[in-house]
């Protein structure tokens, strides 16, 4: 059996919205659909982990009204033990898709704001073999979580999205892994230059494999002095939702199997092309079979 990650994630509800462009300021929009779901880039993640073949322990809290969504976990294959119930609102996303199939998201925070680090403490003690603890920027506690996994010695791979000021305070010189996309290796290295942001990742974080998705334009990874470029796969975008989200849950447990960090690029940025060719976000995450086939033929 392969080891397992646990993943300190939000979940949300998704609300989105079909829409020709995104509303600008004052005006008032007709959105062409409409769908509820169960998102948020911890519960996207670890579903994409599950997806992928992993085995995954996911850590986080949502409201008693929504407990169907922690049935979507369960049913996806994520390990939903250490998921507490509170009064509180879940978190939630209002998401504009427009018709480029890009999307523009408004979050509120909600039960992801108030986790308690002593759910993530006891995740650790009573699973064993767990290789990584993944997190991203979407529940408190962040600085926290990753000083348990340290004291652990688990190793953290972060994914610091949405960017907020305070990530560049944390100790990101202990993370084994860092997934960034273009946005937020701007903002942590303060160039819009992908060179100047290599040169960074190489002197100010030596010992961490940096990994930059680029949308259509690839990935780059950076590790150990190393530095190597993924082209993307070109596909019919029609919703990008979760893509990101997809890319590191596949491409973490690429690793936790066993695969280099070449083979782990191609088989995330696979998974990734697909999910951009459905609608949603965990919905269309693909298994680990499609992603074979699409790779393979
Ligand atoms: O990355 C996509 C996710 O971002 C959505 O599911 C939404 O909940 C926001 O967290």
Not at 291 to 296: A, D, G, K, Q, S
Request: net charge negative; glycine share 8%; proline share 2%.
């Amino acid at each position: 059996m392969t080891k397992k990650i646990i993943n300190y994630g939000s979940i949300n509800i998704d609300y989105v919205y079909r829409t020709p462009h995104f509303v600008r300021p004052g005006e008032t929009l007709h959105a062409e659909s409409f769908t509820k779901g169960l998102g948020g880039k911890g519960a996207n993640q670890s579903v994409a982990i599950a997806r992928s073949g992993g085995h995954v322990v996911h850590v986080g809290q949502l409201s008693t009204l929504d407990r169907w969504a922690r049935d979507v976990l369960v049913n996806a294959g994520v390990l939903v033990d250490f998921i507490d119930e509170v009064d509180d609102a879940s978190g939630h996303a209002i998401i504009q898709v427009d018709s480029d199939g890009e999307n523009a998201i408004l979050l509120h925070g909600g039960a992801n704001q108030s986790v308690d680090i002593k759910s993530l403490e006891k995740a650790m003690e009573e699973t064993d073999d767990v290789e990584y603890l993944l997190l991203q920027n979407e529940c408190n506690n962040s600085e926290l979580a990753i000083n348990a996994a340290l004291t652990n010695k688990i190793k953290v791979a972060f994914n610091p999205a949405p960017m907020s000021q305070d990530v560049a305070s944390l100790n990101l010189e202990q993370l084994d892994t860092l997934i960034v996309n273009e946005l937020e290796a701007q903002a942590l290295t303060g160039s819009r230059n992908i060179n100047d942001s290599i040169s960074f990742f190489v002197t100010r974080l030596p010992a961490t494999r940096v990994v930059m998705t680029l949308g259509a334009k690839g990935s780059i990874l950076v590790n150990g002095g190393n530095v190597v470029e993924f082209p993307s796969t070109s596909v019919d975008v029609i919703d990008t939702t979760g893509a990101g989200d997809t890319f590191v849950g596949y491409f973490l447990q690429s690793l936790v199997s066993g695969l280099d960090d070449m083979s782990a690029l191609e088989i995330a940025s696979s998974a990734a092309a697909l999910a951009v060719t459905e609608r949603g976000a965990i919905n269309a995450i693909p298994n680990i079979e499609r992603v074979t086939e699409f790779i393979h033929g």
